[in-house]
C-alpha cells in the first residue's frame, strides 16, 4: 500500500497494535509501513493467533477481544483493524477502545472492505461474503453484512478520529480459474451443511445455484477495501 508508505514516511511509529489480527494477515502489510516498529497482534481466536505466530515469529501475540484490550492507556504509536469491523458486535466500543491504548497524535489505521461501487466479479464476492455471514449468525457467531463506504467512513468519525487520509484499494484482480472457483463453490456447500439441522437449511441451500452461476459468469474479485487514516486526538 503505496499511500500509507508515503503518509508514513516522515512520522515516527515505534509500535503497533493490531486489532482482530486473526492469522495476521495485515501485519505483512504494517511491517512494510513501520520496517523499524514492534509488532503486537490481538484476535479473541486462539487457533488463528497460531498460525499468526509462525508467520511472524518476532511479532507478539495475544488472545483478546478489541472491546477489552488489556493495555495500559497512551500504549502505542498506532493501532489497526483489517478486514474486522463487520465481525465486532459493537464498532465504536472497539474503535474508542483502540484510540484509548493509542498515544495523543498517534494514528488509527482501519481497512475494510465495502459493498458498494463494485463490479459484477465483486458483486460475486458480496454474494458469497453476506450468504456465509447469514450462516454465522444462525450459529450465533458475529458475522455482519459488509458496510457501505459512506458508513465506515461515518464510523471512523463517529469515534472521534481526525481522517487524515482514506483511499480505495484492490488487493487482487479477479479470477476465472476453474479450480479456483470449484473451490469456491465447495466452500458454499461446506457451510450450508454447519445448519443442517436448523429450519432455515433448504432455504439457504437453494440460493447456491444462483452463487454459482455468477461465479462461473463472472469470476471471483475480492471487493474493493476503504483504507482510512485518522488521529488521535
Known amino acids: 500500500m503505496k499511500q500509507l508508505t ?9 509500535s503497533v497494535l493490531d486489532v482482530g489480527t486473526g492469522p495476521g494477515n495485515f501485519i505483512g502489510v504494517l511491517e512494510k509501513v513501520f520496517p523499524a516498529a514492534e509488532m503486537y497482534g490481538v484476535d479473541p481466536d486462539e487457533e488463528a493467533l497460531k498460525e499468526a505466530t509462525q508467520k511472524y515469529p518476532s511479532a507478539h501475540f495475544s488472545v483478546m477481544k478489541g472491546e477489552t484490550l488489556a493495555f495500559e492507556n497512551e500504549h502505542f504509536d498506532a493501532a489497526s483493524i483489517s478486514m474486522a469491523l463487520h465481525h465486532l458486535s459493537d464498532v465504536q466500543a472497539t474503535l474508542k477502545e483502540m484510540q484509548r491504548v493509542v498515544k495523543p ?3 488509527i489505521i482501519i481497512n475494510e472492505l465495502f459493498s458498494d461501487h463494485l463490479n459484477p466479479a465483486q458483486e460475486v464476492h458480496k454474494a458469497m461474503h453476506h450468504f456465509r455471514s447469514k450462516i454465522d449468525r444462525l450459529n450465533g457467531i458475529c458475522h455482519n453484512n459488509s458496510f457501505q463506504k459512506n458508513e465506515i467512513l461515518e464510523m471512523a468519525e463517529t469515534s472521534g478520529l481526525k481522517i487524515c487520509l482514506h483511499f480505495d484499494y ?7 480459474d476453474a479450480t479456483d472457483i470449484e473451490e469456491r463453490k465447495k466452500k458454499l456447500h461446506e457451510a450450508v451443511e454447519t445448519i443442517k439441522d436448523k429450519p432455515q437449511y433448504l432455504t439457504f441451500k437453494e440460493e447456491i445455484p444462483e452463487i454459482e452461476a455468477a461465479l462461473g459468469q463472472f469470476g471471483f474479485e475480492m471487493a474493493t477495501c476503504l483504507v482510512v487514516v485518522g488521529e488521535v486526538q
Open 6 to 14: 508515503d503518509f508514513f514516511e516522515d512520522k515516527e511509529v515505534n
Open 105 to 107: 497524535g498517534g494514528w
Open 170 to 176: 484492490n488487493s487482487k484482480a479477479a479470477t476465472t
